[in-house]
């Protein structure tokens, strides 16, 4: 959803300035009559014997563009660019892999989708994020995918996980592979701080903590030297739709009501949950003195952040020992909380080298791909329901305890929606409730193996602890 920083990024949730909803779509539905496929040619080798072995067909030589929010803008993610394409180029040596990286987030990939389409130079393959998806498949700007799953084994659908296709199903149709997740809004938190504070780090308490359990553990968790923070306990989160929203569902809200006719963050719940990241900001003295104080620096104790933050984490400070952890229960909330997504690959309608382009996005999201770079180098959830069952991210969890269980926390979590709309329609039909089909799609864990959401609660309930 967002770069591979400690901040968060958050789904983009409001339209791009000067970039309305109906001038998107008009602009999608204009481009997306370009298209075409890759030719394949033969070639024979000169003067070769009646009796020889016919030769091989030779594919063209092909050039794709791949756009993304993500970039190698740390070790990491240089890492995993730089890895996969040369993967992918060394197993097609007749393709070569461009990356278009858009700074600006999740938006500015929305607009690069629409003045690509329009302008009639497609890019081929994107990362999409939930926040614009829907508004991409209406415009008929993504290319169907069923045809090139039915023809690619291991990327039936069945292998991702279920929340995936909460984003990316529309009239029967699918239009994204589940990739990133499901990733959600966590606490991380300095294991050690927690122990010198006389803090319980283990999820026994943070998987089950109250917001006044929060802030008492904040207090104690500010270090004082000279009468400044030296170390803070948490810096407040910005305010704005999206880190709101976790901490609107802690505190037992909703954003919509079931009809989603209305919103329903102006009531007690949804002003508590406000109050709260006020307060974080201009009452409670949490706040780190030293400029650029940081969770991975230690200049914090605690951060708002995201569960795929593990790999950046480690890179920045191999030594720290975190923990991850829903978000606090509000006073009318019933347990802990966060949001969750799942973001896809997907490719362009009017791409014109649309099987290469497949070659690549099912190269990228196969297991043993997954399991080299997201397990191996971000230690973050891959969107393939067996990935946690792998040797390689059971080493990961092995080496870093503070990742165990996070591959099912996004049962604990709400979906967020889409841009403009939190829900999900099929032309008009209110999809199923995504929240009462993905209980199950993780691995299973001692104590959580047989619980399911509560009816009504999407993904927001969860176990007392992790088990």
Known sequence: MGSETTSLPGPALAPQAGLTRRRY???????????????????CAPGAPKDAPAASQAKAPATIE???????????????????????QEKNPHVTVNYSFVQGGTGA?????????????PHDTSQVSVAFIRDLMEGGMTEPLDPYIAKTPHMALGNFVDSGMFYNTYHGKHYGIPYDGPAMN?????VQHFREAGLDPSPRFTWSWTVEQFLDAAARLVKKEGGRNARGAIAAPGINTANLLPWLYAHGGDFYNKDYTKTLVN??????ALQLLVDLHHR???????????????????AFTG?????????????????????????????????????????????????????????????????RYFAGVMKRVSGRKDFCRSAAWRNVVKDFPALDGIDGADEQ?????????????????LEEDPGQRVGRERCPRPGRADRQPAPGRQLAEIAAGPG
């Open 25 to 43: 779509l008009g602009l999608g539905r204009d481009a997306a009559t370009a298209g075409g496929v890759l030719a394949l040619t033969a070639a």
């Open 307 to 371: 569960s795929w933050t593990a790999g950046t984490l480690l890179d920045k400070n191999p030594g720290l020992q975190f923990g991850f952890a829903p978000i606090p229960k509000g006073p009318l909330g019933t347990t802990p909380s966060s949001q969750t997504w799942t973001n896809q690959w997907s490719m362009v309608k009017a791409g014109k080298h649309k099987d290469t382009s497949w070659e690549w996005l099912s190269f990228v999201n196969a297991a043993p791909v997954q399991e």
């Open 267 to 272: 009531d007690q719940k949804g002003r508590q």
């Open 66 to 88: 791949h756009v993304d929010w993500w970039g190698p803008t740390t070790p990491v993610l240089t890492t995993y660019f730089e890895g996969i394409k040369k993967e992918f």
């Open 109 to 121: 990939v929305r607009e690069k989708w629409v003045v690509n389409t329009a302008g009639g130079t």
């Open 413 to 429: 979590a709400v979906p967020v929606g889409q841009d403009d709309a939190h829900h999900h329609r099929d032309g008009g039909r």
């Open 186 to 190: 966590v606490i991380g938190y300095n």
């Open 284 to 302: 409670h003295k949490f706040q780190a003195d030293a400029d650029g104080a940081t969770l991975e620096g230690e200049g914090y104790a605690m």
